[in-house]
């Protein structure tokens, strides 16, 4: 079975997203969308110290206001979207690998193994 794709207006609405919120206290320590095969499906995935001060529930509600803003509106889906600690256990493999910087990098991860996990494929924009 072929994997959904990720589309460029996805990596585009992502970058986006990671970029609005650099503009507010919920700082991005790390960005990605993140390929399930279990699933079939690409998750954004973000992690920032936020989660772990605020709780996921007021992380989706605040991430929700900056899709929902008129500049234009994100075609995003919150469905589409995992928050996390930085302290999360795919956040702490892909750090002994990768490292981006603040800046927002687009690193295309395919088919690589960390520590004996296979990571099949992730779209990355931040890791710290």
Not at 40 to 59: H, M, T, Y
């Amino acid at each position: 079975m072929d994997k959904t794709a990720l589309v460029e207006r996805d990596i585009q609405e992502g970058k986006e997203l990671v970029e609005a919120l650099d503009e507010t206290e919920f700082k991005v320590d790390a960005s990605l969308w993140f390929y399930s095969s279990d699933s079939d499906e690409w998750r954004l995935l973000i992690a920032s110290p936020f989660v772990e001060e605020n709780g996921p529930k007021r992380s989706y509600g605040f991430i929700r206001s900056v899709l929902t803003r008129p500049s234009p509106p994100s075609e995003i889906s919150l469905k589409n979207i995992s928050v996390l600690s930085p302290k999360h256990q795919l956040i702490k493999l892909l750090k002994t690998t990768i490292h981006t910087g603040h800046d927002i990098a687009g690193i295309r991860f395919t088919r690589n193994v960390i520590n004996n996990t296979l990571i099949d494929d992730a779209y990355i924009y931040r890791i710290l």
